[in-house]
């Protein structure tokens, strides 16, 4: 986990412990069950999104992609599951991901996103970020102007805080984007064929 991720996370002030979807591609939860050596159903739902998602800017503008996006055919999502608090079941007491080397790209990626035209952008839900906050110069969570970065300046300086490049966002983001088409094509038979609960 990048340093600045968990001190966020050790504060309790993390994305880990909002409430949330924690979205995984078919792919993300493939890795997650090879790296805990378990069934994809014990950490899986194929849930509806949380109010808290459809309360969310780009939820409701719907602007430009997202995976949000992907509700639309049954209002689902594939997901993880969570813990009785809405935070993520893999998030131990002292902030640590238990699943860190096999994380979902979402999390891996996070607070990034990618255009229609494959460009990179602040994710459309990160304005409650305290990287995007920090890199902004803007507390305000619910302020969603501070998204826009023309220039890519700030965004460049938020990788940093990550450990990222822009080279290195972009490939993570490209393995995204490919693995939302094959989720797209592919979920409905995949929550049957490892019987991931429909709740």
């Given at each position: 986990?990048?340093?600045?991720?968990?001190?966020?996370?050790?504060?309790?002030?993390?994305?880990c412990?909002e409430?949330?979807?924690?979205?995984?591609?078919?792919?993300d939860?493939?890795?997650?069950?090879?790296?805990?050596?378990?069934?994809i159903?014990?950490?899986?739902?194929y849930?509806e999104?949380?109010?808290?998602?459809?309360?969310?800017?780009?939820?409701?503008?719907?602007?430009q992609?997202y995976?949000?996006?992907?509700?639309?055919?049954?209002?689902r999502?594939?997901?993880l599951k969570?813990?009785?608090?809405?935070s993520?079941?893999?998030?131990?007491?002292?902030?640590?991901?238990?699943?860190?080397?096999s994380?979902p790209?979402?999390?891996?990626?996070?607070?990034?996103?990618?255009?229609?035209?494959?460009?990179?952008l602040?994710?459309?839900?990160?304005?409650?970020?305290?990287?995007?906050?920090a890199?902004?110069?803007?507390?305000n969570?619910?302020?969603?102007t501070k998204l826009?970065?023309a220039?890519?300046?700030?965004?460049?300086q938020?990788?940093a805080?990550?450990?990222?490049?822009d080279?290195s966002?972009?490939?993570?983001?490209?393995?995204?984007?490919d693995?939302?088409?094959?989720?797209e094509?592919?979920v409905?038979?995949?929550?049957r064929?490892?019987?991931?609960?429909i709740?």
């Amino acid at each position: 986990m990048s340093s600045y991720c968990l001190a966020c996370s050790k504060l309790g002030q993390d994305c880990c412990r909002e409430a949330h979807a924690k979205f995984i591609t078919l792919g993300d939860a493939r890795r997650v069950a090879d790296y805990l050596g378990a069934d994809i159903n014990s950490f899986a739902v194929y849930g509806e999104l949380k109010d808290e998602d459809r309360e969310e800017y780009i939820y409701i503008n719907r602007h430009q992609n997202y995976y949000y996006d992907l509700t639309r055919r049954d209002g689902r999502l594939l997901q993880l599951k969570d813990k009785s608090d809405g935070s993520c079941m893999f998030q131990e007491e002292d902030g640590c991901c238990r699943i860190y080397p096999s994380r979902p790209l979402i999390c891996r990626t996070y607070p990034f996103w990618y255009s229609d035209d494959f460009d990179i952008l602040f994710d459309p839900c990160g304005s409650d970020c305290r990287i995007v906050c920090a890199v902004t110069g803007n507390d305000n969570p619910e302020d969603v102007t501070k998204l826009d970065d023309a220039g890519g300046s700030r965004r460049a300086q938020a990788m940093a805080y990550i450990g990222h490049t822009d080279e290195s966002i972009k490939e993570l983001l490209g393995t995204m984007k490919d693995e939302i088409a094959d989720y797209e094509a592919h979920v409905e038979l995949f929550v049957r064929n490892n019987n991931i609960s429909i709740p």
